[in-house]
């Protein structure tokens, strides 16, 4: 009788804990981020021109590809495609900025900026600066390099697309990463985040 009641027991002890494991939520992963990804988007009127200037934001990252974040609970953390934690950014990466003054965007824009010089001008002399946040802190990243890709600067055209590598050496994964876009005269035009958690 009391072997019985030890195995009944002994099993019902197995069978909460199966019911346990059942209920208990299961790391959640996200869809797989992508070699390049989006930035973001923002257009400005320019003063006095009254020109609308688009400006929109891509990250390129091969080694990201396939990678994902998964929730447990309250944390996070970020998988490589092949399974691996994630614990720092990639050293290399490249933000993919095009500046558009053609009338095709999304959004009414959002803010304007004084610009004295003719808005194809000004296309071609964007200037960056690179920014990453951990809390408070806050430090410059120089760009590796910035170059105009696409169509030549001596063509007239009104969309230019430039690339800025980055090496950000060893930096934390925590971290939060800021491309700002700057007027030639040094303004602040908008900025796009980089975060990967």
Known sequence: MNACRITSGFLLMLAGMALYAAAAPAPRPTP???SAMPAGYDVIVLQPSKANLSL???????????????????????VSADGETIKEFPERFS???TASLRKVFLDAPASSADVPDDPQELLLHL?????????LEVREIAPQSIEM?????????????????????????????????????????????????
């Open 127 to 135: 200037k960056f600066r690179i920014r990453a946040y951990n809390g």
């Open 56 to 78: 929109i934001g891509l990250i390129e990252c091969p080694e990201l590809e396939g990678a994902q974040r998964v929730a447990e609970g309250s944390h996070k953390r970020l």
């Open 32 to 34: 797989g981020m992508h």
């Open 95 to 97: 933000f993919r900025i």
């Open 149 to 197: 890709i696409g169509m030549p600067a001596d063509v007239p055209y009104d969309e230019r697309v430039y690339r800025i590598n980055v090496n950000a050496g060893s930096l934390p994964i925590t971290d939060r990463l800021v491309v700002e876009i700057l007027s030639p005269q040094g303004e602040l035009l908008t900025h796009f985040p980089f975060s990967l958690l």
